[in-house]
C-alpha cells in the first residue's frame, strides 16, 4: 500500500451511520475512517483463503508482508509493523467477535477486557 491517499465519499441512512457511530465508540477506534477501513479489511478477509494455524501462520504472515511491500520502491521496517500490526488488529477483532457469538469469550468494558468462558 503505497503512501498517497485518496478521499473516499460514502453515503448512508442516520441509522447505519448512528450504528457505526456506536461501534466505534465500543471499539474505541478514532473515527468513522479508521472504523470503516477495519470493517472493509474484515469483509476482504472473510473472501481471501489466508490459513490461519500451524505452518499456514509463517504462510499467512508472509502474504500479508507481500501485500504491504511494493516492488517499485522501498517500505521503512517501521511503516511496514504498523501496517502489519493495523491488520493484526483487524483479524483479533474478527477471531474474537466469533469466538464471543460463540460463547466462547466474554467481554466486559466494564471489567477491562476479555475472559474465556468456561466449557
Known amino acids: 500500500m503505497g503512501d498517497e491517499k485518496t478521499p473516499v465519499t460514502i453515503r448512508v441512512d442516520t441509522e447505519c451511520r448512528t450504528e457505526w457511530e456506536e461501534a466505534m465508540t465500543e471499539l474505541e477506534m478514532g473515527g468513522l475512517a479508521e472504523y470503516i477501513r477495519a470493517m472493509v479489511a474484515v469483509g476482504q478477509k472473510q473472501f481471501s483463503e ?22 517499485g520502491s522501498y517500505t521503512s521496517w517501521d511503516e511496514l509493523l504498523d501496517n502489519l500490526m493495523e491488520k493484526i488488529a483487524v483479524d483479533a477483532e474478527t477471531i474474537l467477535t466469533r469466538m464471543e457469538d460463540a460463547d466462547m469469550v466474554e467481554h466486559s468494558p466494564r471489567m477491562g477486557g476479555y475472559k474465556l468462558n468456561d466449557d
Open 50 to 71: 489466508v490459513p490461519t494455524f500451524g505452518d499456514s501462520e509463517s504462510r499467512s504472515l508472509q502474504q500479508a508482508i507481500k501485500q504491504e511491500l511494493d516492488a
